[in-house]
């Protein structure tokens, strides 16, 4: 191979494939949209007010089955980052910041596993004891759920920075690749920022605050960009 070539290959010039890069968008779109809709079966409240919010918890029918829909659709979205970065590294673009962006994936998709796990099964199971309890055993089994919901705290928090990671990674690497339009990484620079604040916010306030309602919209509206832009540009072409 030429020094020409080993040179254009270095600075990612080349072009991915437009398909993949297309289903890669899909996948990230498809997984957020599953883990939105599953979300509207999740009882609501105030997360932090604990006696009220575990007694909804432990009413709800659709508890376990709402958690493993959200948990299959987040993997999906991973999935599709992991594809992205595929296809353009075997296209031809070697970037660096890409193989951190996809290894970051797969570290995001361990912490939502254990996080999935305790807040799907373990609080569903803590909560439904307490609700069940003898009045006697009652505090005891309300201490055991909380401790349950502090450990997913510890997790939404770290998950929460793990996705921002990922996702400021991938827009990095889109950048420094030029092998996209610059719009689409743009995107998922602000929605890796956006979810890195939730996170943060998470360790300090818990699992209600008005900064992560307005955020979570925020991150909500950009992953979608991201995702829509991702199949545009791998239709089209495009690139700037």
């Known amino acids: 191979m030429s020094r020409t070539v080993d040179d254009r290959l270095d600075r990612g010039v080349g072009e991915p494939r437009p398909a993949g890069v297309s289903v890669a968008g899909a996948l990230v779109a498809g997984g957020w949209a599953l883990a939105v809709v599953a979300t509207l079966f999740h009882p609501g409240g105030h997360e932090d007010d604990h006696p009220v919010i575990f007694a909804k918890y432990a009413d709800s029918g659709p508890w376990v089955a709402v958690h493993l829909a959200q948990f299959v659709g987040v993997l999906v979205a991973l999935g599709g980052v992991l594809v992205l970065h595929h296809v353009l590294m075997t296209s031809g673009w070697s970037s660096m910041l890409g193989r951190l962006a996809a290894g970051s994936a797969v570290a995001t998709a361990a912490v939502w596993a254990v996080l999935q796990g305790l807040d799907g099964v373990a609080l569903k199971q803590a909560v439904d004891a307490w609700q069940s309890a003898p009045a006697g055993q009652a505090p005891l089994r309300f201490a055991t759920a909380e401790?349950?919901?502090?450990?997913?705290w510890g997790f939404q928090s770290y998950f929460r920075v793990m996705l921002g990671v990922t996702f400021l990674l991938s827009g990095s690497a889109l950048l420094a690749g030029r092998v996209l339009g610059r719009s689409v990484g743009w995107v998922a620079v602000v929605a890796g920022l956006v979810s890195v604040a939730i996170g943060i916010?998470?360790?300090?306030?818990?699992?209600?605050s008005g900064l992560q309602d307005a955020l979570g919209l925020a991150f909500l509206v950009a992953g979608l960009a991201f995702a829509v832009g991702l199949m545009v540009t791998g239709r089209h072409g495009a690139r700037g």
């Open 147 to 152: 401790t349950v919901r502090w450990l997913e």
């Open 201 to 208: 916010d998470v360790g300090y306030s818990g699992l209600a």
